[in-house]
């Protein structure tokens, strides 16, 4: 199947659709992109984005970057979109993938309407993280996943190690958000 224009799934993946509990995950669709790019925008302070995305810009890079990598064997990042009751509320998957180590990093975002609401952002990480797992290392045989999530995130980490990520480095003053020094703690999930 042709996904220049973003439909269809990645050829790397055997289903289209991942279900657990009360959460979807499905390839990102073009109709998706505006609300994620909204999202990043409003929720700079969690992400490694220093600067507003234009309508314009994520066009392209979604163009240039994620639709090409859906017809690879081996792609560079695997992005989903998270659906729950039919409603898109996030997204994440697989970044920075390596596939000769058969590792990557765990991608993750919800709106920011989800994102306020603990338990439910809660609930909807661990669910995230059961499918994201399924596929990593059932589907794609990938030998560990890993996070890194900003100090000051303190319910996201307990989330992360409540599933059963475990805390491995901490990169002191890794970044400067809101002109205050922040550390990164580095989470890795490994197969059994």
């Not at 042709?2 to 995950?25: D, P």
């Not at 017809?71 to 560079?76: A, D, G, I, L, V």
Request: charged share 25%.
């Amino acid at each position: 199947m042709n996904n220049i224009f973003g439909e269809g799934k990645y050829t790397v993946l055997g289903k289209s659709l991942y279900k657990h509990s009360n959460l979807t995950l499905r390839s990102i669709q073009p109709g998706d992109i505006e609300s994620i790019r909204k999202w990043r925008n409003e929720q700079m302070v969690i992400l490694r984005q220093d600067s507003i995305i234009s309508f314009d810009e994520q066009i392209e890079y979604y163009k240039n970057n994620i639709w090409p990598e859906k017809n690879k064997k081996r792609p560079s990042q695997i992005l989903l979109s998270i659906v729950s009751c039919k409603e898109l509320i996030g997204y994440g998957g697989l970044v920075n993938i390596s596939w000769v180590d058969r590792n990557a990093e765990i991608s993750f975002l919800l709106s920011p309407e989800h994102e306020k609401d603990i338990e439910l952002r809660t609930n909807i990480l661990l669910d995230f993280l059961h499918i994201i797992e399924t596929i990593a290392f059932k589907e794609l045989k990938f030998r560990h996943l890993w996070s890194e999530t900003y100090e000051n995130r303190i319910k996201h980490i307990e989330t992360l190690e409540k599933y059963g990520l475990k805390k491995k480095t901490i990169l002191n003053n890794h970044v400067i958000i809101n002109g205050i020094k922040i550390n990164s703690l580095i989470h890795v999930l490994t197969n059994k």
